[in-house]
């Protein structure tokens, strides 16, 4: 288990059905990018210092991978050491003697309202059952915030009390608010006669 890629599998095994199958693919993405670095997948846990973080670091950026792709890259490195050491498998971390990438917020985008408008007035031209569904719950997006996780869980008859949008967040299970604006309101009779039934993101 001195093999960290061994390691992993084993990890992803047990945690399964305590993550997201979103999380446990991008372990396996990020994994595999490591894969790539070292070009096996013999790496001992012990050989990953503080100097070696600088060239893999160095490696990814030479590579033209975003910052935060980059920081990703690193935390799934860092959640199997903690893993590692929570087992005593290993006792050293060499990410506190390392400068670690740093996640740095996006710039949010967004449409216009004339934008949303040209969407709303294309939205009965469309004639695919598939992409007209893509565009009613894209705009249901737009309205609430909400991501597609809680797109499919979504129910106006259970989901809008008082004039509000009620509904538990997947990804935190936090209780989400909102007041149904005039962009949602129009899109809730769209939703009513076309629910979701897609599953591609």
């Given at each position: 288990?001195?093999?960290?890629?061994?390691?992993?599998?084993?990890?992803?095994?047990?945690?399964?059905?305590?993550?997201?199958?979103?999380?446990?693919?991008?372990?396996?993405?990020?994994?595999?990018?490591?894969?790539?670095?070292?070009?096996?997948?013999?790496?001992?846990?012990?050989?990953?210092?503080?100097?070696?973080?600088?060239?893999?670091?160095?490696?990814?950026?030479?590579?033209?991978?975003?910052?935060?792709?980059?920081?990703?890259?690193?935390?799934?490195?860092?959640?199997?050491?903690?893993?590692?050491?929570?087992?005593?498998?290993?006792?050293e971390y060499p990410f506190d003697q390392y400068e670690n990438p740093v996640?740095?917020?996006?710039?949010?985008?967004?449409?216009?309202?004339?934008?949303?408008?040209?969407?709303?007035?294309?939205?009965?031209?469309?004639?695919?059952?598939?992409?007209?569904?893509?565009?009613?719950?894209?705009?249901?997006?737009?309205?609430?915030?909400?991501?597609?996780?809680?797109?499919?869980?979504?129910?106006?008859?259970?989901?809008?009390?008082?004039?509000?949008?009620?509904?538990?967040?997947?990804?935190?299970?936090?209780?989400?608010?909102?007041?149904?604006?005039?962009?949602?309101?129009?899109?809730?009779?769209?939703?009513?006669?076309?629910?979701?039934?897609?599953?591609?993101?």
């Amino acid at each position: 288990m001195n093999n960290l890629f061994e390691f992993t599998k084993e990890f992803i095994k047990e945690v399964q059905h305590k993550r997201e199958a979103g999380t446990l693919e991008n372990y396996r993405k990020h994994l595999l990018k490591l894969e790539q670095y070292v070009g096996s997948r013999n790496l001992a846990f012990e050989e990953i210092t503080p100097q070696w973080l600088g060239k893999y670091e160095s490696s990814l950026r030479e590579e033209g991978l975003s910052n935060n792709y980059v920081h990703a890259l690193f935390k799934t490195l860092k959640l199997i050491f903690n893993a590692a050491i929570k087992k005593k498998i290993i006792s050293e971390y060499p990410f506190d003697q390392y400068e670690n990438p740093v996640y740095k917020a996006p710039v949010k985008d967004y449409l216009t309202l004339d934008e949303i408008k040209k969407w709303e007035e294309f939205i009965p031209e469309i004639k695919d059952p598939s992409v007209l569904e893509s565009a009613i719950y894209f705009l249901f997006g737009i309205a609430t915030g909400l991501r597609v996780s809680d797109w499919k869980t979504f129910d106006p008859e259970k989901h809008i009390k008082n004039g509000s949008v009620l509904l538990q967040a997947k990804k935190n299970g936090e209780w989400v608010s909102m007041p149904v604006n005039q962009i949602l309101e129009r899109n809730i009779e769209r939703i009513k006669e076309h629910p979701l039934t897609i599953d591609e993101h």
